[in-house]
Each structure stands twice: as C-alpha cells, then as structure tokens.
C-alpha cells in the first residue's frame, strides 16, 4: 500500500504541490492579504506544466495570464490610495458599465480561444475549455480590482472545472476545484462585509 501511494506522490507530486498552493491562495483571497499574490504566482507556474501534461491548453494559458496577472493584483493591492492614505484597496460592487464589459470581454475572449483550440490542438473539451479560461480571465482581473462579484463568478467555474478534471483523472485537482467553490461561498460573503459602493453605481473604470 505504501509503495502504491509512493508511487503516486512520484508521479503526482506538481500536481499536489499546486493544489496546496492553490488552498492557500484563495484562502489569502478571502482575508484580502497581499500573500494572495506571491502564493497565487507560484501556484500558476506549478500547473503551467500540469495542464501542458494533460491537454488542457486554454487552461494552460490561463495559468500564464495568472503569473501576470498576480504581478499586476500584487501592485495594485500596495498602492496608497492618494484620498485617504490607506495602502488597503477596497472592496467594491461591480458597476453598470463594468458589467457590460464583462460580458463583452468574455465573450471575445471565449470565441478566440475555442478558435483556437478547435483548429490548431488536440483538446477534448474545447468549448467548455474556453468558457472557463475566459471566465476565469474576467474573474481574476476583478480579484485584482477587488470587485465582490468575482466570487460568484468563480463559483459557476469551480464547480465546472471540477467536472473537467474529473474528466481527465485529475483527482488531487479535483478535490482542489470541489475546495475552491466552497471556499468561493465563503468570500463572497466574508467580502459582502466590506462593501464601499452601492449596486447600482455607474462608473466609468473598467
């Protein structure tokens, strides 16, 4: 039994090294600490090569935006706010024209990766490929932005992505994605707490 599971951490071991990782990144997420970002880049680079092995381009790529990403959130969440002096970003609700954005951006973004991943690679699942990673673009650029909405948005891929793996043999990835949406429940309402702009506020930031 031992040799068994030796085995399997030999053969497994980026993949759980990334989903440790990854608990602690969204961990970090939900308290709104800096180490979300330093934690959120090394798990990226981790499952650049796992989703490489197992055929899953897009989401390959969108650990590549993640690295970058994860620069641009570290930045962004040191920043002094120049009105009150705080280093803290706040949280905010998502606006009108923010909306509209999203929508229009994950639908470009979607139809250039399914396009991409239908006619120049091998992927099984393109289309449901390309809904995530473009999803996941839009959710991670409102992470950064600290935008409450993004967790709902996580929880409808979470929940999609762990049927993916699920799909590919991806158990420790699996557990992670099934982890993420709980804990995805558990930001959104932990961030509700620190909202500093109503609903229905238009805005002109994108």
Do not use: C
């Not at 839009?138 to 409450?148: F, H, Q």
């Not at 109503?198 to 002109?204: D, R």
């Amino acid at each position: 039994m031992s040799g068994i599971l030796t085995e399997w951490l030999s053969a497994n071991y980026i993949e759980l090294m990334g989903a440790i990782l990854g608990i602690l990144y969204i961990l970090f997420s939900i308290r709104q600490n800096i180490l979300t970002w330093p934690t959120g880049l090394a798990t990226s680079i981790l499952y650049v090569v796992v989703f490489f092995q197992s055929k899953f381009y897009a989401d390959m790529g969108l650990q590549l935006y993640y690295v970058f990403i994860s620069l641009y959130g570290w930045r962004l969440w040191l920043k002094r706010n120049p009105e009150n002096h705080s280093t803290r970003l706040p949280v905010s609700r998502i606006t009108k024209i923010q909306i509209r954005y999203a929508i229009l951006y994950t639908i470009v973004i979607f139809g250039v990766i399914y396009a991409i991943l239908k006619n120049f690679t091998d992927s099984p699942v393109p289309i449901m490929d390309s809904a995530t990673t473009a999803l996941s673009i839009v959710a991670t650029y409102m992470l950064a932005r600290k935008i409450l909405e993004h967790w709902i948005i996580w929880i409808v891929v979470d929940l999609i992505s762990a049927g993916l793996y699920m799909y590919k043999g991806l158990w420790p990835t699996v557990v992670l994605f099934l982890v993420y949406t709980f804990m995805a429940f558990i930001g959104l309402i932990a961030w509700q707490k620190n909202i500093s702009e109503p609903l229905n506020k238009t805005g002109k930031d994108a």
